[in-house]
Every structure is written in structure tokens, then in C-alpha cells.
């Protein structure tokens, strides 16, 4: 790799070239990938796709007008400190909003690095060109912000949010949910039975091990295998299994977690307060995204819970 110092300007013209046709072609990915749920910003990347072929072909004039008609190939992974871009794969996968910044963050950060690489070098040319590609970059995030106005409106704007809102509660939210509430709530019995049973910290802490990893294989398998999302619109099954797993895991192993500690009450004790934590840990989720009422939402989660925790403590204890 070649450091930024060491490029000529014909070289400096070249890598222009490149980085403009390689940020055209992603604003033109994302516009591909997007028109179906996302119109209107696909519309918005569209016409920056087009801006950027346009800033491509003026690059390419002077360069063949200074330089002849050979463009020699210098792209960004070539020069050492250059900014490097994820995947479009990668961002697309992180929601709208994360593809509206990253397309904001591509035009601040060149124009960042042809001010910082103009200041590092002594020679006119080399410092003129640089500040003129500076200029450039800023004119392309003007250019972006005028399409943005005219081609997305608060009203599609707010459309587009809600429907990814929607769309993140059905494939995120949903799956964790259930999974937090049966790791939380269906492993109360047995930890707690075992705990009663046997008043021997590591014995409950080898159950409440074992049912909250049985639990979220089971909890994952099923999710995944409930719906393929192509009707519902809920994603995909590998997806909802993975985070109804995890979930399923994170709510067991929360009140499993205190009997680690050797003393049998202060480890139930500990156990005990993580378990309200995650009732209302559930009941929060369920007011945030499901809009469920607080008080309802906590009454039914701590209902539910104390009749669980109290069966595994009677069975224990018996």
C-alpha cells in the first residue's frame, strides 16, 4: 500500500475516479434494495446515484485532458489511511436510518480526508487539487441534503419510520419477547424447587443451567420453524430463532446466576431480586412496543410470575 503523501496528481485524479464510481454504484444498490419497502428514499438514492455518475464524468474530462486517456486503476484499499466503507449487505441489514446515515457519514467523511490530506502537503498542485475535491464532497452533501428535501417529505419520511419501526417490532422485538418471557418465567419453577429441595446453591445453579439452555434450543427451534416471515412479514425464521434463543437463555440464566454464591439464602435471596428485575424488564418491553398500559402490563407479568415462583417453591418444599 502506498501512503497518501506518495500519490501524484495523476494518481490522486485516478482514485477520485474510483471513489466516485464506487459510492455511485452503492447509492444505486441501495436504491435497488430499497424500492420496494422504501420508495421514497430510494428515490433519494437514486438521484444521488446519478450525481455522483455526473461528478465521475467531470473527473474523468480533466483527467484525460491533463493525463491522455489512460486511467490507471488506484482504489481506496490501495492507499494506506484512506476511508474504508462496510458492505452494503452490512449496512442494508441495520435499517433505513442506518443507511440514511451511512450515506450522510461517505460524503462527510471524503470531504474530511481531502481537508486533512491538503494540509500534509507542501506541493501547489497536489495542495490545490486536494482542496478542490474537498469542495467537491461538500458540494455532494449540499447536493444530497437539496434531493433529500425535495424527494422525501416529512409525511414519507414518517411513513418510512413507522413501517421500519414495525417491521423491527415484528422480527426483533416479538421473538425476544417471547423468549424473555419464557426464560424468565418458565424456569422460576424449577430453579427454585431444586434450590427448596436441596437448600444447596450449586445444585440449583446446575437445573436452572440446564433448563435455561434446554429452553432456549427448544424456544429458537420453534420460533424458527413457526413461519418462514414471506406472509407475515416477520423476517427471517433463522433470525427470530436466533433472538428468541438468546432471549430465552438471557431469562433463564438471570436468577440462575445468584446461586453461584456458596450461602443458600443469600443466594436465593439475590435470585429473588433479579426475578422482579425481569418481570419488569417484560412489562417495560410490553408497554414500550406493544402498548400495552403500564399498570396492566406489570400487574399481569408480576401475576404470572409469583403464582410460578410459588409453585417451584411448594414443590420444593414439600
Request: charged share 20%; net charge negative.
Amino acid at each position: 500500500m502506498k501512503s497518501f503523501s506518495e500519490l501524484t496528481e495523476r494518481d490522486l485524479l485516478a482514485l477520485a475516479i474510483s471513489s466516485e464510481e464506487e459510492d455511485g454504484r452503492t447509492y444505486a444498490d441501495f436504491a435497488h434494495d430499497l424500492h420496494d419497502e422504501y420508495p421514497s428514499s430510494a428515490h433519494v438514492f437514486a438521484d444521488m446515484a446519478a450525481e455522483e455518475n455526473e461528478h465521475r464524468r467531470r473527473l474523468i474530462d480533466m483527467f484525460v485532458e491533463r493525463f491522455g486517456p489512460h486511467i490507471p486503476l488506484v482504489r481506496r484499499q490501495d492507499v494506506r489511511g484512506w476511508v474504508q466503507r462496510r458492505p452494503v449487505w452490512q449496512v442494508r441489514a441495520m435499517g433505513i436510518e442506518a443507511v440514511r446515515r451511512h450515506v450522510r457519514q461517505m460524503e462527510q467523511e471524503s470531504g474530511r480526508f481531502y481537508q486533512q490530506a491538503a494540509t500534509r502537503t507542501s506541493d501547489a498542485a497536489v495542495r490545490k487539487l486536494l482542496g478542490d475535491l474537498a469542495e467537491a464532497e461538500a458540494e455532494h452533501e449540499r447536493t444530497a441534503g437539496t434531493i433529500e428535501q425535495n424527494r422525501l417529505p416529512g409525511e414519507a419520511r414518517i411513513a418510512e419510520d413507522e413501517g421500519a419501526q414495525r417491521k423491527f417490532v415484528l422480527q426483533v422485538i416479538q421473538p425476544g419477547l417471547v423468549g424473555l418471557m419464557d426464560g424468565s418465567v418458565s424456569t422460576l419453577a424449577p430453579v427454585f424447587a431444586a434450590a427448596f429441595a436441596t437448600h444447596n446453591s450449586w445444585n440449583a445453579f446446575l437445573v436452572g443451567l440446564a433448563a435455561s439452555l434446554g429452553a432456549g434450543i427448544s424456544m429458537g427451534f420453534a420460533e424458527a420453524l413457526a413461519d418462514d416471515g414471506k406472509l407475515s412479514g416477520r423476517g427471517t425464521p433463522w433470525l427470530r430463532g436466533l433472538v428468541c434463543g438468546l432471549m430465552t437463555i438471557a431469562g433463564g440464566i438471570g436468577h440462575t446466576l445468584p446461586y453461584i454464591i456458596p450461602d443458600f439464602w443469600t443466594a436465593t435471596g439475590v435470585a429473588a431480586v433479579v426475578v422482579v428485575v425481569e418481570l419488569l424488564t417484560i412489562a417495560w418491553i410490553q408497554w414500550k412496543y406493544m402498548d400495552t398500559p403500564p399498570v396492566s402490563a406489570v400487574a399481569k407479568v408480576m401475576l404470572g410470575g409469583a403464582l410460578v415462583l410459588a409453585t417451584g417453591i411448594a414443590i420444593g418444599s414439600s
